[in-house]
Nanobody
Framework: QVQLLESGGGLVQAGGSLSLSCTAS????????MGWYRQAPGQQREFVAS???????SYEDFAKGRFTISRDNNKNTAVLQMNNLEPEDTGDYYC??????????????????WGKGTLVTVSS
C-alpha cells in the first residue's frame, strides 16, 4: 500500500514563507507526477502545482512567482516552497502522486494517491 505523508504546515504571518514536504512510502517503483492541491474553508479543492518525473513543473496562476515545487525521485519526495504568503493562501494542502507503479512487471497497473493534508494558516 502506498501512502503520502505531508508535513510543514503551520501558522505564518502574511508575507512569510512555508515549505511543505510530501513523502511517499510503500512499495514504489515509480511515480509519474507529484503535486499539491489546496482547499480553503468553504471552498472547493483547487490545483496548486505539480511536477513531472522529469522535473517539469506546472503552476496555477496564483502560485506563479511565489511558489516553487521540486521533487527527489530517489526519495519519492516533493517539496512546495511557498513565499510571500497571503491570507487567501490559508487552507488544507494535499499532496498527490499520480500513476504510481508498484510493480515494474505490471507497469500498466497504476494508482493515484492522495495525502491526508496539512493545514496552512496565514494571518493578516
Amino acid at each position: 500500500q502506498v501512502q503520502l505523508l505531508e508535513s510543514g504546515g503551520g501558522l505564518v504571518q502574511a508575507g512569510g514563507s512555508l515549505s511543505l514536504s510530501c513523502t511517499a512510502s510503500g512499495s514504489i517503483f515509480s511515480i509519474d507526477e507529484m503535486g499539491w492541491y489546496r482547499q480553503a474553508p468553504g471552498q472547493q479543492r483547487e490545483f496548486v502545482a505539480s511536477i513531472s518525473m522529469e522535473g517539469r513543473p506546472s503552476y496555477e496562476d496564483f502560485a506563479k512567482g511565489r511558489f516553487t515545487i521540486s521533487r527527489d525521485n530517489n526519495k519519492n519526495t516533493a517539496v512546495l516552497q511557498m513565499n510571500n504568503l497571503e491570507p487567501e493562501d490559508t487552507g488544507d494542502y494535499y499532496c498527490t502522486a499520480d500513476k504510481v507503479v508498484t510493480d515494474s512487471a505490471r507497469w500498466w497497473d497504476t494508482m493515484d494517491v492522495w495525502g491526508k493534508g496539512t493545514l496552512v494558516t496565514v494571518s493578516s
